[in-house]
T-cell receptor
Framework: DGGITQSPKYLFRKEGQNVTLSCEQNLNHDAMYWYRQDPGQGLRLIYY???????QKGDIAEGYSVSREKKESFPLTVTSAQKNPTAFYLCASTPTRRRNQPQHFGDGTRLSIL | DQQVKQNSPSLSVQEGRISILNCDYTNSMFDYFLWYKKYPAEGPTFLIS?????DKNEDGRFTVFLNKSAKHLSLHIVPSQPGDSAVYFC????????FGAGTRLTVKP
């Protein structure tokens, strides 16, 4: 049963600490995305990757970093430079790099500050 | 800058009636529009889409209407069922995808 797995479901970060959110897909999709959702706002794009070993900044990349060493994995690191990290984070993927495709989403990770 | 807006945070309808969810956008370069549905503790799932060359797309109980001159799209659910209770996001794409903040639909038995 193919899909996107995000872990952990809940994550707590201490001040000054980096944390990494996992995103794994077994859909054989080329492109992967990270979004952030805050209350009352739409999803905002943090980073996206259209192919292995390549990624691009989205609208709110500051304080975040990503890697794409394998096609199926696109981890997101929330660094200590991100001063307001409390949010719901969603990972998504699309089959190809072609624009205008529905995205498949994971179930999200909720990050909170201790 | 919110290019996609869903002005109604919530909507409540009776089972069997029509649900109409609305979405407005500002960028005339958007050429592909989608609706996603989200249940609690789950990620959004794709529901229905429409290209800018069309003004209507239907899939079972779900119909999306696009009014390009008004930069407005709507999702109609007929008849509404309790299982339709969820948060509905509209999205628009002209390259990067932009999402609205969502409308929580409650369908009462």
């Amino acid at each position: 049963d193919g899909g996107i797995t995000q872990s952990p479901k809940y994550l707590f970060r201490k001040e000054g600490q980096n944390v990494t959110l996992s995103c794994e897909q077994n859909l054989n999709h080329d492109a992967m995305y990270w979004y952030r959702q805050d209350p009352g706002q739409g999803l905002r794009l943090i980073y996206y990757s259209q192919i292995v070993n390549d990624f691009q900044k989205g609208d709110i990349a500051e304080g975040y970093s990503v890697s794409r060493e394998k096609k199926e994995s696109f981890p997101l690191t929330v660094t200590s430079a991100q001063k307001n990290p409390t949010a719901f984070y969603l990972c998504a993927s699309t089959p190809t790099r072609r624009r205008n495709q529905p995205q498949h989403f994971g179930d999200g990770t909720r990050l909170s500050i201790l | 800058d919110q290019q996609v807006k869903q002005n109604s945070p919530s909507l409540s309808v009776q089972e069997g009636r029509i649900s109409i969810l609305n979405c407005d956008y500002t960028n005339s370069m958007f050429d592909y529009f989608l609706w996603y549905k989200k249940y609690p503790a789950e990620g959004p799932t794709f529901l229905i889409s429409i290209s800018s060359i069309k003004d209507k797309n239907e899939d079972g109980r779900f119909t999306v209407f696009l009014n390009k001159s008004a930069k407005h799209l709507s999702l109609h659910i007929v008849p509404s069922q309790p299982g339709d209770s969820a948060v509905y996001f509209c999205a628009a794409s002209g390259g990067d995808m932009r999402f609205g903040a969502g409308t929580r639909l409650t369908v009462k038995p």
